[in-house]
């Protein structure tokens, strides 16, 4: 990742969580200490956030390695309806989808991000260390409009009783909005699979395939909104703001 001079500090909280949500590995295991410190010291999240986050710290820290791994690809890679990919959960696999990605993908070469990673643009791990380098006024609001799926995240995961529902709840915290209930009645109206039905795993995802266009304007004004939210100049935060 590159960062232009003006860029603000980076803000801590949000590449912590970033890192929570990543692919485990043994170097992210080595850093749960640091990003415990880190979360456990963010004021703006309460007493109540930071300690529902500390369960996912020590099991990333100490679990096996492989069970992590397996625990993470069943969560996130085989099922569509807990997928990190949010323009997955507004335009499927729709060419909408595809030219919202291209734009995000514009927007953090202007930012000065490079994300050094082959996931996909909208994957919320590169978004939020993409928002990290950002003016958190700015970040906020962008959190802010993907709040509906933050929260249909959080309760499917708290459903299957997975300590990532808590990473939703602390980023609901810091966007300071309440999300739009029908819109998260929406997102909890879609069947989830079970991940250890490969058949009906494979008739999910072969539905359709992803079909990038030219057209970023297209689809959801959520995603505008959250698109052209990203596209501004880079502005140094307030430092009484920065983590």
Not at 144 to 158: M, S, T, W
Request: glycine share 6%; charged share 25%.
């Amino acid at each position: 990742m590159t960062r232009h001079p003006e860029t603000p500090p980076m803000d801590r909280t949000l590449k912590s969580l970033s890192l929570l949500l990543s692919y485990p590995t043994r170097e992210l295991q080595k850093t749960m200490p640091e990003i415990g410190g880190v979360l456990a010291s963010e004021t703006r999240l309460t007493a109540a956030a930071r300690r529902a986050l500390r369960p996912l710290i020590e099991e990333l820290g100490s679990r096996n390695i492989f069970d992590l791994e397996e625990q993470y690809v069943m969560l996130f890679d085989r099922s569509r309806t807990l997928s990190l990919n949010l323009f997955e959960h507004v335009h499927g696999e729709s060419r909408d989808r595809g030219g919202a990605m291209v734009s995000l993908m514009e927007t953090y070469r202007e930012g000065g991000f490079e994300p050094a990673t082959t996931e996909l643009p909208d994957h919320l791990p590169v978004l939020l260390e993409f928002l990290s380098t950002r003016p958190f006024g700015e970040t906020k609001d962008i959190l802010a409009d993907a709040a509906h799926i933050f929260e249909a995240l959080n309760a499917r995961l708290v459903r299957r009783e997975s300590p990532y529902g808590a990473v939703f709840a602390a980023l609901m915290q810091i966007a300071g909005t309440n999300p739009d209930r029908e819109a998260v009645a929406e997102l909890l109206e879609q069947p989830e699979v079970d991940p250890d039905d490969l058949e009906a795993l494979d008739a999910v995802w072969e539905e359709s395939e992803v079909r990038f266009g030219p057209d970023p304007n297209a689809g959801c004004p959520q995603v505008r909104d959250m698109l052209s939210r990203m596209d501004q100049p880079v502005t140094p935060a307030p430092q009484a703001q920065a983590n």
